[in-house]
C-alpha cells in the first residue's frame, strides 16, 4: 500500500516548484497566478495551494493584492540592492575559502561549458540558466547545507530582478567570459582572486539591473 503523503511534504514539494518556475523565469514578475490552473497543473487541492501562496508571500516571492489576487513579486531598488549584498557576502567567501580540486568546480566548468553551447545557438534563456548555475555551484564550495538551502531563496529572487530586463542577450552573454575567468583563476589555485573577480562580477551585475528597474519604473 502506497503511503500517503503528508499535507506539509506535499506543500513543501510543490513550494519548491513554484519556486522553481520562479527560478528559471517561466513565472516572471508581475504575472497574476490562477488558483484553478495552478491546483490542476500540479495536481493539488486549493486549501493545499494556498498554504503554498501563503508561505511564497511570507519569503517575499510572491504579492497578495486584496481583491485581484497573488501576483509573482516585483523587486523594489531596496532589495535588489540587498540581493546583491548578500550575494557578495556568500558567494566571494565561498570562492576565498575554496580549494581547486572541490568537486563542485566540475559543475562550474559544466556550465560554463554549456552556456557557450546555447550562445552559439543565439539560446539566451539557455544561458542564463547555466549563469544561475554557476553561482550555485559557487556555494556549493562552502560545503555548508543550510547555506545553500537559504541560497535558493536568494536565487528565486534574483530571476525576479533579471526579469526586469527585457533584452536578455545584454543580461547574460557578458557574464560568460567572467564566469570563465573566475573558475580558471579558481582551477589555478588562485581563490583570493577568484574572489576580487566576483566582487567586480557583482558590481557590474548589479549596476545592470538597477539601471533596467530605473527604466521599468518610468516606462
Known amino acids: 500500500m502506497q503511503k500517503k503523503t503528508s499535507p506539509q511534504i506535499l506543500s513543501q514539494k510543490v ?7 520562479i527560478t528559471i523565469g517561466e513565472l516572471p514578475p508581475g504575472e497574476r ?5 495552478l491546483s490542476e497543473t500540479l495536481e493539488i487541492s486549493r486549501n493545499t495551494l494556498r498554504e503554498v501562496f501563503r508561505v ?14 497573488v501576483f509573482v513579486s516585483v523587486p523594489d531598488m531596496a532589495s535588489i540592492m ?12 565561498a ?22 553551447v546555447f ?31 537559504q541560497y535558493q531563496l536568494i536565487l528565486a529572487e534574483l530571476r525576479l530582478a533579471f526579469g526586469l530586463l527585457n533584452d536578455p542577450q545584454l543580461l547574460h552573454a557578458p557574464y560568460i567570459e567572467k564566469n570563465e575567468q573566475i573558475l580558471t583563476l579558481l ?14 562580477y557583482l558590481e557590474i ?12 519604473n518610468f516606462c
Not at 575559502?97 to 554549456?114: E, G
Open 15 to 21: 513550494a519548491n516548484v513554484i519556486r522553481q518556475k
Open 33 to 37: 497566478l490562477s488558483e484553478t490552473a
Open 56 to 69: 511564497l508571500t511570507q519569503e517575499g516571492l510572491l504579492t497578495y493584492k486584496p481583491n485581484r489576487g
Open 82 to 93: 540587498d540581493i546583491y549584498r548578500v550575494r557578495r557576502l556568500i558567494e566571494c567567501d
Open 95 to 116: 570562492l576565498r575559502h575554496s580549494y581547486p580540486m572541490h568537486p563542485a568546480i566540475v559543475r562550474m566548468q559544466d556550465s560554463v561549458n554549456q552556456a557557450k
Open 119 to 149: 550562445q552559439e545557438q543565439q539560446d539566451w534563456s539557455g544561458v542564463g540558466t547555466c549563469n544561475m548555475h554557476f553561482p550555485t555551484a559557487i556555494v556549493e564550495l562552502s560545503d555548508s547545507p543550510r547555506l545553500f538551502k
Open 187 to 200: 582551477m589555478d589555485g588562485k581563490a583570493q582572486e577568484a574572489a576580487t573577480a566576483m566582487e567586480n
Open 205 to 216: 551585475s548589479e549596476r545592470t539591473v538597477l539601471a533596467a528597474f530605473s527604466r521599468h
